[in-house]
């Protein structure tokens, strides 16, 4: 019992591994896309500073006395300076492309927009451009002003937001790591609960578990409950033998004994011969006695532990009458099969029916009228076999289903109990209205319809 | 590798010197400009020599190298003097060509500066020193404001034609209007030769609506452009000036310290305080030294240096009768910053209107030699 499976896991250890591989994919999809938007969002702020000095810048131009002046505000240039770390080019261009006023400057791409990267001097810069129509009595053409800024401090926001976003994701992912752990733990908490409430026992309480535990854990309390009742089944039906076993033979047991006393205190050879006689008798009832507990214990035993399979009861019942008729060739006659003519499918074990079906058979042989009458058929939800004979029955009264530890019926009716009740099934009598004694089994129609076994 | 240093720097010269300075600008860099002073200090055979082209009077400064080489047997220093605008230009002319023959370049022209760094002549530099620098006095940790020395008015109490010596630009103002004997004896900074006397006076154009006037006053009192700050500051020691206007508040300093008559004013409207400047060249050959020394000149120690020079406005030691005492009041002074924003005077456009409008009524005199 304390061997640990081969295929032990920890599903701690299991949880943990999921979401941190969950948590990886997820710290570098969420860097990709704070890196992304970080750049996006600083690009958008710092473009509207330079896209606000070039307006300033540009509007400052003017026309007056033959030429173009540019009369640069101081804010345009302090607007430039709120990215404290980055050095700026301006240059204010005439509808030639020469130089009004400012730095000497790389012309902007032929394709640019409002907003192009370029190299000055080695250093990556942005610039924004913005043109401007003047339609003056004296000048009409386009001026353009470029301003742009090396980017490190949009590289500094862009940085600062993927690491604040990165930062976000590791506490959410701390947190989630936590709450997993408390989640586990709480979870695997009711297995814990039963394997203290089975600790907890003593060797022989098989009552039920009695334990409040989520309806996810509900399904495995009630298939240990079902275990124990199965065991406490065996262990009944195993104690109900023994005082069987015990009872039926110490009566046999004890007569020999006193024929054997008789015989050994008999002075007359010819009564000593017919007390051996009896011993005889006895002693061939005995044997047979014998047979038939050892055979009843098997059987049980059968139908506690074999899996239950999809049978044609038909099947079953014919084998068993065959059987029947081999073992006692002179009932051959008496003995009638009425079968129906689709399967007849239930859950269970051939062997163990059989052996079931067969002490009908017998005991109606035995003890009832014939001719005996065995049927297989399907009856509302239930598949049934029934052995009917023209005879009273197992003892006058009511009609009432007849419980295991029934004795008029013999060992033989103990085993069919048995066998139903590992079976989930049913077995009573009746006594029809067109007289005699009619001996039912029942069992639950299979689940599926398959193929009977062959 | 001194040697190196010297023949490259040697040959730098030889090439400026070639030029012939009747031709038209040339097409490519122009080398042509040289220092007006230089000084050696320290071991000359010291293994680690540091070249430190400044726009900054030797002598301000002389205390602050000797108290940093005191402490570096192994290092010595070439100290060369420059005006703003020749300075500027040189480095300029190698940052293009990508050379380097100084390890560190400091100017009283912080618009020149932020301009050669924002061009991209600088390499960065930290230390803890500079990290502790506020915003306006480090730019990209390439260009770290050294000094604070204020603009200031300067009078000659003994000289001075009686009445209140103003205490500020309205008060000069009014002045200048009630005393023809003014005329042609108020001097201040040529903006075609001092790029820091630009540099104020463009400032002045920003800071408030009194700069029209103020010109127009000074056209009218036949206000002399000159240079440089010792010169105006010798000459109303002398008597020649009664008034000087927008003076690097140092080189006044330094003058007032011998002659209680000089009087020095912080305008009380408000006091233009300049950062001068330092940054170390992306070619510079000795940066470790170079950054050594600005941090040595940002530390206690070299602070302490700069105050006793009066190169820290906002912790000037007293002087004796003069009205500027302990604590100056804070918010009197406006720092000029070091931001690319001081780009804005050395716009084309706006340098051409700015000095067409200041030639239009100052008149420039040549510039004034030491006696």
């Given at each position: 019992?304390?061997?640990?499976?081969?295929?032990?896991?920890?599903?701690?250890?299991?949880?943990?591994?999921?979401?941190?591989?969950?948590?990886?994919?997820?710290?570098?999809?969420?860097?990709?896309?704070?890196?992304?938007?970080?750049?996006?969002?600083?690009?958008?702020?710092?473009?509207?500073?330079?896209?606000?000095?070039?307006?300033?810048?540009?509007?400052?131009?003017?026309?007056?006395?033959?030429?173009?002046?540019?009369?640069?505000?101081?804010?345009?240039?302090?607007?430039?300076?709120?990215?404290?770390?980055?050095?700026?080019?301006?240059?204010?261009?005439?509808?030639?492309?020469?130089?009004?006023?400012?730095?000497?400057?790389?012309?902007?791409?032929?394709?640019?927009?409002?907003?192009?990267?370029?190299?000055?001097?080695?250093?990556?810069?942005?610039?924004?451009?913005?043109?401007?129509?003047?339609?003056?009595?004296?000048?009409?053409?386009?001026?353009?002003?470029?301003?742009?800024?090396?980017?490190?401090?949009?590289?500094?926001?862009?940085?600062?937001?993927?690491?604040?976003?990165?930062?976000?994701?590791?506490?959410a992912g701390a947190v989630l790591v936590a709450?997993?752990?408390?989640?586990?733990?709480?979870?695997?908490?009711?297995?814990?609960?039963?394997?203290?409430?089975?600790?907890?026992?003593?060797?022989?309480?098989?009552?039920?578990?009695?334990?409040?535990?989520?309806?996810?854990?509900?399904?495995?309390v009630q298939a240990l409950n079902q275990f124990?009742?199965?065991?406490?089944?065996?262990?009944?039906?195993?104690?109900?033998?023994?005082?069987?076993?015990?009872?039926?033979?110490?009566?046999?047991?004890?007569?020999?004994?006193?024929?054997?006393?008789?015989?050994?205190?008999?002075?007359?050879?010819?009564?000593?011969?017919?007390?051996?006689?009896?011993?005889?008798?006895?002693?061939?009832?005995?044997?047979?006695?014998?047979?038939?507990?050892?055979?009843?214990?098997?059987?049980?035993?059968?139908?506690?532990?074999?899996?239950?399979?999809?049978?044609?009861?038909?099947?079953?019942?014919?084998?068993?009458?065959?059987?029947?008729?081999?073992?006692?060739?002179?009932?051959?006659?008496?003995?009638?099969?009425?079968?129906?003519?689709?399967?007849?499918?239930?859950?269970?074990?051939?062997?163990?029916?059989?052996?079931?079906?067969?002490?009908?058979?017998?005991?109606?042989?035995?003890?009832?009228?014939?001719?005996?009458?065995?049927?297989?058929?399907?009856?509302?939800?239930?598949?049934?076999?029934?052995?009917?004979?023209?005879?009273?029955?197992?003892?006058?009264?009511?009609?009432?289903?007849?419980?295991?530890?029934?004795?008029?019926?013999?060992?033989?009716?103990?085993?069919?109990?048995?066998?139903?009740?590992?079976?989930?099934?049913?077995?009573?009598?009746?006594?029809?209205?067109?007289?005699?004694?009619?001996?039912?089994?029942?069992?639950?129609?299979?689940?599926?319809?398959?193929?009977?076994?062959? | 590798?001194?040697?190196?240093?010297?023949?490259?720097?040697?040959?730098?010269?030889?090439?400026?010197?070639?030029?012939?300075?009747?031709?038209?600008?040339?097409?490519?860099?122009?080398?042509?400009?040289?220092?007006?002073?230089?000084?050696?200090?320290?071991?000359?055979?010291?293994?680690?020599?540091?070249?430190?082209?400044?726009?900054?009077?030797?002598?301000?400064?002389?205390?602050?190298?000797?108290?940093?080489?005191?402490?570096?047997?192994?290092?010595?220093?070439?100290?060369?003097?420059?005006?703003?605008?020749?300075?500027?230009?040189?480095?300029?002319?190698?940052?293009?060509?990508?050379?380097?023959?100084?390890?560190?370049?400091?100017?009283?022209?912080?618009?020149?500066?932020?301009?050669?760094?924002?061009?991209?002549?600088?390499?960065?530099?930290?230390?803890?020193?500079?990290?502790?620098?506020?915003?306006?006095?480090?730019?990209?940790?390439?260009?770290?404001?050294?000094?604070?020395?204020?603009?200031?008015?300067?009078?000659?109490?003994?000289?001075?034609?009686?009445?209140?010596?103003?205490?500020?630009?309205?008060?000069?103002?009014?002045?200048?209007?009630?005393?023809?004997?003014?005329?042609?004896?108020?001097?201040?900074?040529?903006?075609?030769?001092?790029?820091?006397?630009?540099?104020?006076?463009?400032?002045?154009?920003?800071?408030?609506?009194?700069?029209?006037?103020?010109?127009?006053?000074?056209?009218?009192?036949?206000?002399?452009?000159?240079?440089?700050?010792?010169?105006?500051?010798?000459?109303?020691?002398?008597?020649?000036?009664?008034?000087?206007?927008?003076?690097?508040?140092?080189?006044?300093?330094?003058?007032a310290r011998d002659d209680p008559d000089i009087?020095?004013?912080?305008?009380?409207?408000?006091?233009?305080?300049?950062?001068?400047?330092?940054?170390?060249?992306?070619?510079?050959?000795?940066?470790?030294?170079?950054?050594?020394?600005?941090?040595?000149?940002?530390?206690?120690?070299?602070?302490?240096?700069?105050?006793?020079?009066?190169?820290?406005?906002?912790?000037?030691?007293?002087?004796?009768?003069?009205?500027?005492?302990?604590?100056?009041?804070?918010?009197?002074?406006?720092?000029?910053?070091?931001?690319?924003?001081?780009?804005?005077?050395?716009?084309?456009?706006?340098?051409?209107?700015?000095?067409?409008?200041?030639?239009?009524?100052?008149?420039?005199?040549?510039?004034?030699?030491?006696?």
């Open positions: 019992m304390s061997a640990r499976p081969a295929t032990s896991y920890s599903l701690r250890r299991r949880l943990t591994l999921m979401l941190a591989a969950a948590l990886l994919v997820g710290g570098v999809l969420v860097s990709l896309a704070s890196a992304s938007y970080g750049r996006r969002a600083a690009d958008q702020a710092f473009d509207r500073l330079l896209n606000g000095a070039a307006t300033q810048i540009i509007e400052a131009v003017i026309f007056a006395d033959d030429h173009l002046a540019v009369d640069i505000p101081l804010s345009a240039f302090q607007l430039l300076s709120l990215a404290p770390r980055d050095r700026f080019f301006y240059a204010v261009l005439g509808p030639d492309g020469d130089l009004i006023t400012g730095d000497v400057l790389p012309p902007p791409p032929e394709d640019a927009g409002t907003y192009y990267n370029t190299e000055v001097n080695g250093s990556a810069m942005r610039f924004a451009r913005l043109d401007r129509t003047f339609s003056e009595r004296g000048f009409q053409g386009r001026i353009t002003v470029l301003v742009g800024q090396t980017t490190e401090a949009r590289s500094a926001l862009a940085a600062e937001i993927r690491q604040t976003a990165l930062i976000g994701l590791g506490l709450l997993t752990v408390l989640a586990t733990r709480a979870a695997l908490h009711p297995l814990r609960l039963i394997e203290e409430a089975l600790s907890a026992r003593a060797p022989q309480d098989r009552h039920p578990l009695d334990l409040p535990v989520p309806h996810e854990v509900h399904r495995l124990m009742e199965r065991v406490e089944r065996i262990l009944s039906t195993n104690r109900r033998m023994i005082a069987d076993a015990s009872h039926q033979l110490r009566t046999p047991i004890a007569g020999l004994r006193a024929q054997s006393e008789l015989a050994a205190d008999e002075p007359d050879p010819e009564r000593l011969r017919r007390i051996v006689g009896r011993i005889h008798s006895r002693s061939v009832d005995l044997s047979r006695l014998t047979d038939q507990l050892l055979s009843r214990a098997m059987i049980i035993h059968r139908a506690d532990a074999m899996p239950l399979l999809p049978i044609d009861l038909r099947r079953v019942a014919m084998e068993a009458a065959q059987d029947v008729s081999r073992d006692l060739p002179e009932a051959g006659d008496q003995i009638r099969l009425d079968l129906a003519g689709d399967p007849v499918m239930a859950e269970g074990d051939a062997l163990s029916l059989r052996e079931a079906i067969k002490n009908l058979i017998v005991n109606a042989l035995r003890h009832g009228a014939p001719p005996v009458r065995i049927r297989a058929a399907a009856w509302g939800d239930e598949m049934s076999v029934s052995v009917a004979d023209q005879g009273p029955g197992p003892q006058a009264g009511p009609p009432a289903p007849i419980a295991g530890q029934a004795r008029s019926g013999g060992l033989g009716l103990h085993i069919v109990a048995a066998v139903l009740a590992a079976h989930g099934g049913r077995f009573y009598g009746e006594r029809p209205e067109s007289g005699g004694y009619r001996a039912i089994i029942a069992l639950p129609a299979a689940h599926s319809a398959q193929e009977p076994a062959p | 590798m001194i040697r190196a240093r010297s023949l490259l720097g040697t040959l730098l010269l030889g090439l400026g010197l070639a030029a012939t300075p009747a031709l038209s600008a040339p097409p490519g860099p122009d080398f042509s400009a040289m220092p007006d002073q230089v000084a050696q200090f320290g071991n000359p055979d010291a293994p680690r020599h540091l070249i430190i082209r400044a726009a900054a009077d030797i002598a301000f400064f002389t205390p602050v190298i000797e108290a940093f080489l005191a402490s570096r047997p192994d290092s010595s220093i070439t100290w060369e003097d420059w005006t703003t605008n020749a300075l500027h230009s040189r480095v300029q002319a190698e940052c293009t060509v990508g050379i380097a023959s100084a390890d560190l370049v400091f100017s009283s022209a912080a618009d020149l500066q932020v301009e050669l760094v924002n061009a991209g002549c600088a390499q960065p530099y930290r230390s803890p020193q500079t990290s502790a620098l506020p915003p306006a006095r480090n730019w990209r940790d390439e260009l770290f404001g050294i000094t604070e020395e204020a603009a200031v008015m300067v009078f000659n109490r003994r000289t001075f034609p009686g009445g209140a010596i103003p205490q500020n630009r309205f008060e000069l103002l009014d002045l200048m209007r009630a005393s023809p004997e003014l005329d042609g004896r108020i001097a201040t900074y040529d903006i075609g030769a001092s790029g820091v006397g630009n540099l104020f006076a463009f400032q002045d154009s920003l800071q408030a609506s009194t700069f029209g006037s103020l010109l127009e006053s000074f056209g009218r009192a036949d206000v002399v452009a000159t240079c440089c700050s010792v010169g105006i500051v010798e000459m109303i020691r002398e008597g020649r000036f009664l008034v000087g206007y927008n003076i690097l508040g140092s080189y006044a300093y330094a003058v009087e020095i004013v912080l305008p009380s409207d408000y006091t233009l305080v300049l950062h001068r400047a330092a940054f170390i060249p992306k070619a510079a050959l000795e940066s470790e030294l170079a950054g050594a020394f600005i941090d040595f000149t940002l530390s206690a120690d070299g602070r302490q240096v700069l105050e006793q020079e009066g190169l820290i406005v906002s912790s000037w030691p007293d002087l004796p009768g003069s009205p500027i005492k302990g604590e100056v009041p804070a918010g009197r002074l406006r720092p000029i910053e070091l931001t690319p924003a001081l780009r804005l005077g050395l716009d084309n456009m706006k340098h051409a209107a700015f000095t067409r409008s200041w030639n239009a009524r100052i008149k420039t005199s040549p510039r004034i030699t030491l006696p």
